[in-house]
């Protein structure tokens, strides 16, 4: 199965994500940045991302469960496709961007990659809520079923990689999110990893604002939180006035 994905097909599935622009936050991770945000600060000197292979595998992992981890999104119920095509089609086109060594996802693997989807979604929220004794059990778990095949990339740059291209997509994609979610926990990098603070989304998202303030995963929860205290204040102002 192709993996090949025309630009316009990844821009219809990139606009799709509840997350910022996934191009424009690996280009963030390369700029040089002089001083370390005031979250890191307060937490001590810690590893910023940096556009590595491990940083790129965290972004994927975001990815694959906004798209395809059923919850909430902007408001509404969400619910994976239940095409095993589409879903198939969607990830790799979602992971392609991040990593095209891996093999790709095939229709027989589509409800395994659902339940990967799942686990990863609810490990990224502990993250997100910074609760690590709840989290790093469901890392543990990820990396126990499948082992680790570390190497040194063979061309520059010599980046760290987790996992063996030729295993099974989902294989291949388990250790790897789960070994760099491991590298993040390990290095206090999981500060970067958000949730949504709107009502009715549990969608996560990369935070790489230099305040380390960003409250939601996209405009559009943004608006719907704006419109929500809107009422509410205008709600008790009408109580008062009676």
């Not at 060594?101 to 609810?122: I, M, N, S, Y």
Request: aromatic content about 8%; overall charge positive.
């Amino acid at each position: 199965m192709s993996t090949t994905v025309s630009a316009r097909r990844f821009a219809r599935i990139s606009s799709r994500l509840p997350v910022r622009n996934l191009c424009a936050d690996l280009r963030r991770l390369h700029r040089p940045r002089g001083r370390y945000r005031c979250g890191m600060v307060l937490k001590g000197m810690m590893t910023r991302p940096s556009g590595s292979h491990r940083d790129q595998l965290v972004m994927a992992a975001i990815a694959l469960t906004n798209l395809l981890a059923p919850g909430y999104s902007n408001g509404v119920r969400f619910t994976p496709p239940a095409d095993p095509a589409e879903t198939v089609s969607t990830a790799n086109a979602v992971c392609e961007h991040f990593y095209r060594k891996q093999v790709p996802f095939t229709e027989d693997e589509a409800e395994r990659l659902l339940g990967l989807a799942g686990r990863l979604h609810e490990l990224l929220l502990d993250l997100a809520d910074d609760d690590l004794p709840t989290a790093v059990p469901k890392i543990n778990a990820l990396l126990a079923e499948f082992p680790a095949q570390l190497h040194l990339s063979s061309t520059p740059p010599w980046s760290l990689h987790y996992q063996d291209h030729s295993a099974s997509a989902v294989e291949g994609w388990q250790v790897g999110c789960g070994a760099a979610l491991a590298s993040w926990v390990s290095s206090g990098a999981t500060q970067y990893i958000s949730r949504c603070a709107a009502v009715r989304c549990d969608r996560v998202f990369f935070d790489d604002t230099r305040s380390g303030t960003r409250r939601f995963c996209s405009p559009r929860c943004q608006n719907r939180d704006k419109v929500r205290a809107y009422r509410l204040r205008q709600a008790i102002a009408n109580a008062n006035a009676n």
